[in-house]
């Protein structure tokens, strides 16, 4: 009856397409086409119901044909069905029902990897490290690939009860946690570096964005705030509403901050700051990297452009593109990609081109010879088609081969766990480090632990050594090369040593987050981070601060 009843909304459906079909009878015509195709993938699909081996799953199949289509295009067209609501509700606004807790899983069990500060987890208790065993009675272990997430979230004043193991204990306890509106912060930690400085560190750009950096930059100054470094590293962006407002904290009324270009001339437009500035005046620094994107790219161009402050760390991701949200039948949406975004100097700074792909499907960054020079304020250079570089560049700290293992493998984390469990307190995030005696007694707790390695070297040689197999050197060299082999082998003994320093950094924070959340291991990095470190410098370094802005 399944089958006959679907036959026919196919049937009625194919009539409606007949008709508008029948009526773009001209082959040239767009619209002739778009029917024309509609047609005969609403026919393919309705021999496919009828005559494939199999039943068909109507909405998986017609998720996955959408999916495909919009994979034509770019990454950020995006279809939400009604199920999937929920988490585009959470995408922009921040919000969602649950109890403020990240869960991984590794080696079988799921632990809890954060706990938000301020969330019904944090209340009732829930700690990092803590094994979930049931979730409402639910034997996590019998049902491997159980969705978690959807587990924990529910109704705001309805109450969740998990079973949980801590480190270091044999027994299970049960804890009862409320759930309740959970609202990722933009602005998960503000303070003061220095007497001085003050720092903002801006994740997001949801809709409460802009109010919680203006609440924290006027927090600041109260507190002796002079010069602001604002973080926006790893901040993919949101909404551009939020951009604005953001950037009008630091540019006066009426300044241009950004103008949208696209197919739809009347949805173009400029926006201006509509606000006087907080304060157009106080030495600015703004951190980016790789993963700063889309509003946070409009934000630091914005800063650039008007030579308002100094951009430090690495080039920005390059997503210069508008997203809409349109509303679908039965409750689905589109985001759909508009526009082109321009910043003040009038440079659009996305990084690659979609509208033009290989004959693999694949794209690629734009060229620089095709990328066009463009002028700040102040006359500086500045380029469009691949992200905002920063005035100081400060390199990626890509970790060694050995302290990425130790990460991957969770190794860290498990230590942390140990440590927290024999240390009930430690001193404040900011005063806290690992003694040389203290880092002794980690490596020996490694010394039975799996974390093997390839280095960089080593894979290159593997290279080198296949290569003169290839082409039929390896005979003549291969003692030398098995001499060289034997010097460039990693010991792991030697690269804990050798990168002592850097292993040490990564498990204090992972030690300072059992104990301070978030915010401990903001604090904890004042002191070891090299980009806030670079921007203390140039900020004790004024007259460099303003020559950079001269473009001197």
Same mark, same amino acid.
């Given at each position: 009856?399944?089958?006959?009843?679907?036959?026919?909304?196919?049937?009625?459906? $194919?009539?409606?397409?007949?008709?508008?079909?029948?009526?773009?009878?001209?082959?040239?015509?767009?619209?002739?086409?778009?029917?024309?195709?509609?047609?005969?993938?609403?026919? $393919?699909?309705?021999?496919? &119901?009828?005559?494939?081996?199999?039943?068909? &799953?109507? &909405?998986?199949?017609?998720?996955?044909?959408?999916?495909?289509?919009?994979?034509?295009?770019?990454?950020?067209?995006?279809?939400?069905?009604?199920?999937?609501?929920?988490?585009?509700?959470?995408?922009?606004?921040?919000?969602?029902?649950?109890?403020?807790?990240?869960?991984?899983?590794?080696?079988?069990?799921?632990?809890?990897?954060?706990?938000?500060?301020?969330?019904?987890?944090?209340?009732?208790?829930?700690?990092?490290?803590?094994?979930?065993?049931?979730?409402?009675?639910?034997? #996590?272990?019998?049902?491997?690939?159980?969705?978690?997430?959807?587990?924990?979230?529910?109704?705001?004043?309805?109450?969740?009860?998990?079973?949980?193991?801590?480190?270091?204990?044999?027994? %299970?306890?049960?804890?009862?946690?409320?759930?309740?509106?959970?609202?990722?912060?933009?602005?998960?930690?503000?303070?003061?570096?220095?007497?001085?400085?003050? =720092?903002?560190?801006?994740?997001?750009?949801?809709?409460?964005?802009?109010?919680?950096?203006?609440?924290?930059?006027?927090? $600041?100054?109260?507190?002796?705030?002079?010069? *602001?470094?604002?973080?926006?590293?790893?901040?993919?962006?949101?909404?551009?509403?939020?951009?604005?407002?953001?950037?009008?904290?630091?540019?006066?009324?009426?300044?241009?901050?950004?103008?949208?270009?696209?197919?739809?001339?009347?949805?173009?437009?400029?926006?201006?700051? #509509?606000?006087?500035?907080?304060?157009?005046?106080?030495?600015?620094?703004?951190?980016?990297?790789?993963?700063?994107? %889309?509003?946070?790219?409009?934000?630091?161009? !914005?800063?650039?452009?008007?030579?308002?402050?100094?951009?430090?760390?690495?080039?920005?991701?390059?997503?210069?593109?508008?997203?809409?949200?349109?509303?679908?039948? =039965?409750?689905?949406?589109?985001?759909?990609?508009?526009?082109?975004?321009?910043?003040? %100097?009038?440079?659009?700074?996305?990084?690659?081109?979609?509208?033009?792909?290989?004959?693999?499907?694949?794209?690629?960054?734009?060229?620089?010879?095709?990328?066009?020079?463009?002028?700040?304020?102040?006359?500086?250079?500045?380029?469009?088609?691949?992200?905002?570089?920063?005035? !100081?560049?400060?390199?990626?700290?890509?970790?060694?081969?050995?302290?990425?293992?130790?990460?991957?493998?969770?190794?860290?984390?498990?230590?942390?766990?140990?440590?927290?469990?024999?240390?009930?307190?430690?001193?404040?995030?900011?005063?806290?480090?690992?003694?040389?005696?203290?880092?002794?007694?980690?490596?020996?707790?490694?010394?039975?632990?799996?974390?093997? =390695?390839?280095?960089?070297?080593?894979?290159?040689?593997?290279?080198?050594?296949?290569?003169?197999?290839?082409?039929? =050197?390896?005979?003549?060299?291969?003692?030398?090369?098995?001499?060289?082999?034997?010097?460039?082998?990693?010991?792991?003994?030697?690269?804990?040593?050798?990168?002592?320093?850097?292993?040490?950094?990564?498990?204090?924070?992972?030690?300072?987050?059992?104990?301070?959340?978030?915010?401990?291991?903001?604090?904890?990095?004042?002191?070891?981070?090299?980009?806030?470190?670079?921007? !203390?410098?140039?900020?004790?370094?004024?007259?460099?601060?303003?020559?950079? *802005?001269?473009?001197?």
């Amino acid at each position: 009856m399944k089958r006959r009843s679907l036959k026919l909304l196919l049937l009625t459906g $194919l009539t409606g397409i007949g008709l508008t079909f029948a009526s773009f009878t001209d082959p040239g015509d767009r619209f002739f086409e778009i029917a024309k195709n509609l047609d005969i993938f609403a026919t $393919l699909f309705k021999e496919l &119901n009828t005559y494939y081996v199999d039943e068909i &799953n109507p &909405n998986k199949t017609m998720r996955a044909s959408i999916e495909a289509m919009l994979k034509s295009l770019d990454p950020y067209t995006n279809y939400f069905p009604e199920d999937d609501i929920e988490d585009y509700m959470t995408m922009t606004t921040g919000k969602y029902n649950g109890i403020g807790a990240l869960i991984g899983t590794r080696q079988g069990q799921h632990l809890v990897m954060m706990v938000y500060e301020e969330t019904p987890a944090e209340k009732a208790g829930l700690k990092i490290g803590d094994e979930i065993l049931k979730i409402d009675g639910v034997d #996590l272990k019998s049902r491997p690939g159980l969705d978690i997430g959807k587990l924990l979230k529910g109704q705001t004043g309805t109450s969740v009860k998990l079973t949980v193991k801590r480190y270091g204990q044999q027994s %299970s306890e049960e804890l009862s946690v409320g759930r309740d509106v959970v609202k990722m912060t933009n602005v998960p930690y503000y303070g003061m570096v220095s007497d001085e400085v003050g =720092y903002i560190d801006l994740k997001d750009f949801t809709n409460t964005a802009s109010r919680e950096v203006r609440a924290a930059f006027q927090d $600041l100054k109260g507190k002796g705030m002079k010069k *602001l470094i604002l973080d926006l590293r790893d901040n993919p962006g949101g909404l551009l509403n939020m951009a604005v407002d953001i950037s009008n904290v630091f540019i006066p009324k009426d300044a241009e901050v950004v103008s949208t270009k696209g197919k739809v001339t009347e949805w173009n437009k400029t926006y201006t700051a #509509l606000n006087p500035a907080m304060d157009a005046e106080m030495p600015l620094v703004v951190l980016t990297n790789s993963r700063s994107a %889309s509003a946070a790219e409009i934000v630091a161009g !914005v800063i650039q452009d008007y030579d308002r402050g100094v951009l430090v760390g690495q080039r920005s991701f390059g997503k210069g593109l508008v997203q809409v949200t349109r509303d679908l039948s =039965y409750n689905s949406k589109l985001k759909v990609t508009t526009a082109k975004y321009y910043i003040p %100097s009038g440079r659009c700074i996305q990084a690659i081109d979609y509208s033009h792909r290989n004959p693999d499907g694949s794209v690629g960054k734009i060229a620089d010879s095709l990328k066009a020079a463009f002028k700040t304020k102040n006359g500086r250079a500045v380029y469009d088609g691949g992200g905002i570089a920063p005035d !100081v560049d400060v390199e990626k700290m890509v970790p060694a081969a050995v302290t990425a293992s130790l990460m991957q493998k969770g190794l860290l984390f498990d230590y942390a766990n140990k440590y927290h469990h024999d240390h009930p307190t430690v001193k404040p995030a900011r005063e806290f480090f690992l003694s040389d005696t203290d880092y002794q007694g980690f490596t020996k707790w490694l010394a039975d632990k799996e974390y093997d =390695y390839t280095t960089q070297v080593e894979r290159e040689f593997d290279e080198l050594e296949a290569s003169a197999k290839k082409e039929k =050197y390896y005979d003549g060299v291969q003692e030398q090369l098995k001499s060289l082999r034997t010097k460039l082998s990693h010991s792991k003994e030697t690269d804990l040593q050798k990168f002592k320093d850097e292993i040490k950094y990564q498990l204090e924070q992972e030690i300072v987050v059992h104990y301070y959340l978030q915010k401990g291991v903001r604090e904890l990095s004042f002191a070891k981070d090299p980009e806030i470190q670079t921007a !203390v410098k140039l900020f004790a370094d004024m007259p460099r601060y303003q020559a950079i *802005l001269k473009g001197k």
